[in-house]
């Protein structure tokens, strides 16, 4: 009877003891690819787990870009760009899937927010056009915002790789 007794205290502890073991072991630690919480660097980059990702086959406007809406009022089209991107990210679950290409130092990816496609979803608010280079993998969805009259497409706005080319040819006549 005495062999039970202490073998039924010593149980729990075994018990106990292994699923501490089987939990330490489950832990994975943070990597680009694993769900982390993203920030908003500007309406077509985040930062996940300390990396910045460039979303994959569209553009954004740039942060300091303004547009005109129809009614010819100015805004901070860029800016509002990147408060779209913030939504998109608020309380979901991000990952990315980079390529293994960059632009100007960031890493091309392809982000999805609880399995949404960000690039995707980036377009279809009408906050980001689909990238020339994209070979018209989001031009369908660019369409139908743009029959929508959502975001960008509410009034007039410089395309953002234009609006940068501009910005450089000033910027070398100075």
């Not at 100015?74 to 899937?97: E, F, K, P």
């Not at 139908?144 to 706005?157: E, I, P, Q, S, V």
Request: with cysteine.
């Amino acid at each position: 009877m005495k062999r039970y007794n202490a073998l039924i205290f010593r149980a729990p502890w075994l018990i106990i003891t292994i699923c501490s073991a089987l939990m330490i072991l489950s832990v994975q630690p943070v990597s680009a690819d694993s769900k982390s919480i993203a920030k908003a660097i500007t309406g077509d980059k985040v930062e996940l787990a300390g990396k910045q990702y460039c979303l994959a086959d569209i553009d954004a406007p740039e942060p300091t870009q303004q547009c005109t809406l129809a009614n010819g009022k100015s805004y901070n089209c860029g800016r509002i760009a990147t408060t779209a991107l913030m939504d998109l990210l608020a309380g979901a679950s991000v990952q990315c899937r980079p390529t293994k290409k960059y632009r100007n130092g960031c890493a091309i990816a392809y982000c999805k927010a609880d399995g949404f496609d960000l690039s995707a979803n980036m377009v279809h608010t009408g906050w980001a056009l689909a990238a020339p280079e994209a070979r018209g993998r989001y031009t369908t969805i660019e369409g139908k915002a743009k029959a929508g009259k959502r975001g960008l497409w509410r009034g007039r706005f410089v395309k953002p790789w234009d609006w940068r080319n501009q910005r450089s040819a000033t910027e070398h006549v100075r």
